[in-house]
């Protein structure tokens, strides 16, 4: 009978697709009831909720996909307690596929997250932002949120349960020429850090760029100053990521000391051992090769970089899109977008979204809602089921990010 009630719980989803979180919490059955004798003859009923004890249970939903909890959770009061506060439940689960959330307004943060076991899009409103033009970024259920605008409005919130946190104002110039941030989330203690990296360029000066990096700690809610070294012919870039303890920032050649190839560098930054007496500039990594669009992630405490790769007399247009993991401060090469699949994408130039997290990719095209993943473990290239949103008008853009699937990390 339980077998049956978590099956119907499993695949209650005829009208799944574009539904919002809540709707998926609904009930989709009234809880069993077991009919039999006793003794005495006598019919009693028996409720499973009384036979099944709590160990059993947990093991049971760790073998569920994350929207089959979330419809659980409505179940009755005891399977929501499990589900949202079992420490064994989260530890032991099947690893969970990142969703990727799709904005689809230039204006708002309204869109659609995709999850990519089910192959379901649903109705997702994020909370703590109201523009889709923000940094992201993402780790174990969290999402942290940056404002485009001064570049000083950071929140931290859990896209499933709607926890949302605002996060004191970073110290350090407002309005930077560049900016990137990143968090890094504690799987042990839930605790998080958040590095915020800004450059601007010194006043009258072509060359020199000012570079300062802050760090951000969940459990005494302060900032602290890491870095601030001056950069000569590089400025810093819009993206970063913590990898393994250490934060990796993508730099850029300003051309201003000669033509530079790679025109992109990755800087580094070790969040446990702290400061060093070495510039960061001393122990940079080159780029693979000239890139566009290069985006930095974290696969299972990898840094693998994703990027256009420029056709050499025309660097404003890619002629593919290459997928590297760095080893031994080695570039190796683990992907490369089929042709086939990239002229699905239609015309490409030097704008699309990449993002990813677990052994997950996600690669979409500014100009369409086009989705294409590839699985890094299996070496498989695969769309995305159709996304309900189609172009309503030509200089509509869409762009996103992944995130993990959680129902227990909170900010």
């Known amino acids: 009978m339980l077998a049956h009630l978590m099956t119907d719980v499993m695949e209650d989803n005829s009208s799944w697709t574009a539904l919002s979180i809540d709707h998926i919490r609904i009930s989709a059955f009234n809880f069993g009831i077991v009919s039999e004798d006793n003794d005495e003859g006598k019919e009693f009923l028996l409720s499973l909720d009384t036979v099944v004890p709590d160990d059993i249970l947990e093991r049971i939903f760790t073998f569920l996909p994350i929207v089959s909890m979330i419809r659980s959770t409505a179940v009755c009061k005891r399977w929501h307690d499990i589900i949202y506060s079992s420490r064994f439940l989260w530890t032991h689960m099947l690893p969970q596929r990142p969703w990727y959330f ?17 192959r379901k899009w649903y109705d997702l409103e994020l909370p703590c932002i109201d523009k889709s033009s923000c940094f992201v970024s993402s780790s174990c259920g969290l999402v942290c949120f940056m404002d485009n605008d001064s570049r000083n409005a950071i929140s931290v919130s859990n896209p499933i349960t709607k926890d949302c946190k605002r996060i004191l104002e970073p110290p350090g110039a407002k309005f930077p020429d560049y900016s990137t941030i990143a968090i890094k989330v504690d799987r042990s203690s839930h605790n998080y850090t958040i590095t915020l990296a800004k450059c601007k360029q010194v006043p009258e000066d072509y060359v020199r760029w000012d570079f300062s990096l802050y760090k951000y700690d969940s459990q005494s809610s302060s900032w602290v100053t890491a870095v601030e070294e001056v950069f000569i012919g590089w400025r810093g870039g819009d993206d970063s990521v913590i990898c393994d303890g250490v934060l990796y920032c993508l730099i850029h050649s300003t051309g201003i ?77 683990v992907g490369r977008m089929p ?29 369409a809602t086009a989705l294409l993943a590839f699985d890094t473990k299996q070496k498989q290239w695969k769309w995305s089921a159709k996304c309900p949103v189609s172009k309503r008008f030509p200089l509509q853009l869409f762009t996103g990010f992944c995130f993990e699937p959680r129902l227990d990390i909170t900010t």
């Not at 042709?339 to 100009?367: C, R």
Request: one cysteine or more; aromatic letters at 10%.
């Open 102 to 118: 799709m904005f689809t307004s230039n204006e708002s943060a309204a869109g659609y997250a995709y999850d990519p076991i089910l």
């Open 339 to 367: 042709h086939k699949l990239f002229q699905g994408f239609g015309e490409f130039d030097d704008v699309f979204a990449s993002s990813g997290t677990d052994d997950l990719v996600y690669i979409q095209s500014y100009g």
């Open 257 to 333: 000391l000669g033509n530079i190839e790679p025109r992109h560098s990755i800087i580094m930054y070790d969040l446990i051992a702290g400061p060093s007496k070495a510039s960061l500039m001393q122990s940079s990594i080159p780029a693979p090769c000239s890139l566009t669009c290069g985006r930095l992630l974290n696969l299972r405490e990898k840094l693998v970089l994703v990027g256009g790769i420029a056709k050499q007399n025309r660097p404003d247009i890619i002629k593919g899109i290459g997928i590297w993991e760095l080893h031994k401060k080695q570039w190796q090469e």
